[in-house]
């Protein structure tokens, strides 16, 4: 079973930067497509960004120019690099992969693996 480890997460000021690790471990194939969520005290999961086998991305309208996800593959490690952070970003962060073929890519129901998260706090 791939098993997905996250870290980065921390507390920063409004305008400050993060970047946030996923690493993945027994990796295999389908761990190619995989995706960030977040969720915030009292709200749904939502998708950030996710990415295909192909390396197609799909990110979420509120963190497009803001947020970058990009892959090692040598390492088997996925990261999302945060800039410009709001409060609005305050959540928990969600390493997923092991894609169903059905859904969008920003959808949480799509990813069949989900790591146990890492906490990101922006104060204003």
């Known amino acids: 079973q791939v098993r997905l480890v996250e870290s980065g997460g921390g507390s920063v000021q409004a305008g400050g930067s993060l970047r946030l690790s996923c690493a993945v471990i027994?990796?295999?194939?389908?761990?190619?497509?995989m995706g960030w969520f977040r969720q915030a005290p009292g709200k749904e999961r939502e998708g950030v960004v996710g990415i295909d086998s192909d390396g197609s991305t799909s990110y979420a309208d509120s963190v497009k120019g803001r947020f970058t996800i990009s892959r090692d593959y040598a390492k088997h490690t996925l990261h999302l690099r945060m800039n410009s952070l709001t409060p609005d970003d305050t959540g928990m962060y969600y390493c997923?992969?092991?894609?169903?073929?059905?859904?969008?890519?920003?959808?949480?129901?799509?990813?069949?693996?989900w790591g146990h998260g890492t906490q990101v706090t922006v104060v204003s």
């Open positions: 027994r990796y295999t194939s389908s761990t190619y497509c």
């Open positions: 997923a992969s092991r894609c169903s073929v059905l859904y969008s890519a920003l959808a949480p129901r799509k990813y069949l693996d």
